[in-house]
Structures are given as structure tokens and as C-alpha cells.
């Protein structure tokens, strides 16, 4: 049978985590007769940081014609998986169902709202030949970012003092911009780090804290007052749960005395 697409409208479906677009039908305008097979154009899933098993998200293929249809294979690239009882034959007016499992996201490599692409191909004796979908996967999760109370980015923090006194601490607040909440746990680096207590948008205030999505918390960063200080190193902080990091890394100036390659300072004593 010799069909003549006909390029038409998309219908957008939402069915789960996923959105399934649909064309409509294309069946030849010839008047012959034979297999016709319908899917989706596109599959749009989401994948989650810190979720190793991603959820599958089932469609079905239709045939839309008047002879059975024969699915013989079915391949997908990216790293999605394809699950179908094949190979297979489906009657005029029935269906078979598919799903298909998107590849999971993995820290340490991809980013909350980054999104992984592929293809699926369905073999079939459809004279029109193999049959595509558009697969799409959505990174979802937590997303860190360091920020000052009104919500401006921190880049790096300076710990400054015109003479050889210790700088005044400095305050930055973590915030989670993504969707997923995320845990805080040991801190390290070249500064000492405390949380501030009252940052009572942590669901466990402290030392570890659970940032929910949306919410922060507030740390407070000291100067190095130990002969073993860098005038330029870093804090970081591990990272476990929703998030795509093990761990965020802020880095920290110390200039004592106006020079900037003095850091040690005391608050009794004299720079060196």
C-alpha cells in the first residue's frame, strides 16, 4: 500500500511523567489496503539525580489498518531501553504496548535541566517502512548555588582586614534552586564553616541540613588564624541525596595586613 503523509496539527497527550506526541493518521488516500502502523512522534520522560532506576512510561503502537501488522524489532539509541513483547503481530484496530526506560542520570556527569536525547525504531512490514519516536529525558533535582541574603550570586568569598587582625567572618547562604531536596553533610577546605542555627529553613538545622527545594541555609565562613593558612583556597561541602554533585565547592580569599600573599593573623599578635 503506498500512503502519502499528510502533514498535520501535533496532539500533545500527557500521560504520567511522560508527554506523548501524537500525529494523526496518514493513511494513504489510494483506496489499497494493508498494514498501518500509528505512535507516537515523541516521548518526553523525566529522570531524577540520585535515582539509579528511572520509571518506565508506556504507550501503545495501533494499527490502523485493515491487514495485521508484524512488529519484528525494536532498537533504541542514548542509552534509553525499549521493553515490548516482539516479536509480534497486531490485529486492524488493536494496539501493543511498549515503554520505554530513559537512562538514568548520573552524578558527578549531568546537569539538573539538561536533557537526554535518543531514538526508537520500530521495524515493521508497513510499506512505508521503519517507524521512529523522538525520545527526550529531563534532568530533575536538586541544584545548589551560593548566594547573599537578597539572592545575588556568590562567586567567592574575601576575607579582608587592613592590619594583621583577623578578618570578620563572612555569611553565604546555600540555596537549592532545583526540585528535589538535597542533604548537606561534612564540610572542608581551607576555612572554618559553621551553619547558622537560625536558619530555620533547613529542615535539620546545623552542622548537616537538609535543604528542601526552594529553601536555604545560612553558613558563616572564618579566617584561617593558624600558621598553616593560603591566602587563596576553598570550602566545600558534600553533597548527598537529590542532587547530580557529591559536592559544591566555594572558593576563599584571606589578605591580612594589606599584602596580598600575608594570611596569618591573630587577634592579639601581628601579621607574618
Not at 536538586?142 to 541574603?149: G, I, P, S, V
Amino acid at each position: 500500500m503506498n500512503r502519502t503523509p499528510v502533514l498535520t496539527s501535533i496532539l500533545w497527550i500527557s500521560l504520567g511523567s511522560a508527554v506523548i506526541g501524537c500525529g494523526e493518521d496518514d493513511e494513504g488516500k489510494d483506496g489499497t489496503s494493508g498494514p498501518s502502523v500509528i505512535l507516537p512522534a515523541q516521548v518526553e520522560l523525566a529522570v531524577f539525580c540520585g535515582v539509579t532506576a528511572p520509571e518506565p512510561v508506556r504507550f501503545v503502537v495501533s494499527n490502523s489498518g485493515d491487514k495485521p501488522l508484524s512488529i519484528t524489532s525494536a532498537t533504541t539509541t542514548g542509552g534509553f531501553k525499549v521493553i515490548a513483547d516482539l516479536p509480534n503481530t497486531v490485529q486492524p484496530g488493536a494496539t501493543l504496548a511498549f515503554s520505554i526506560e530513559p537512562p538514568a542520570a548520573v552524578v558527578g556527569t549531568d546537569m539538573v535541566g539538561q536533557v537526554k536525547t535518543g531514538k526508537l525504531t520500530v521495524n515493521t512490514d508497513d510499506p512505508q517502512g521503519p517507524s521512529e519516536v523522538v525520545l527526550r529525558a529531563k534532568v530533575g533535582g536538586a541544584k545548589l548555588e551560593f548566594q547573599t541574603m537578597a539572592g545575588a550570586a556568590v562567586p567567592k568569598i574575601d576575607l579582608i582586614s587592613a592590619d594583621s587582625s583577623c578578618p570578620a567572618p563572612a555569611t553565604v547562604f546555600l540555596k537549592n534552586t532545583g526540585t528535589q531536596p538535597v542533604t548537606i553533610g561534612e564540610f572542608g577546605g581551607d576555612y572554618p564553616v559553621e551553619a547558622v542555627v537560625s536558619s530555620a529553613e533547613a529542615t535539620t538545622p546545623g552542622i548537616t541540613a537538609t535543604i528542601a527545594a526552594g529553601a536555604s541555609v545560612e553558613y558563616r565562613i572564618s579566617a584561617n588564624d593558624t600558621e598553616g593558612c593560603v591566602p587563596a583556597g576553598q570550602v566545600t561541602y558534600q553533597v548527598t541525596g537529590g542532587a547530580c554533585v557529591s559536592q559544591v565547592v566555594l572558593p576563599v580569599t584571606q589578605q591580612v595586613g594589606g599584602a596580598s600573599d600575608a594570611c596569618f593573623c591573630s587577634s592579639g599578635g601581628s601579621g607574618t
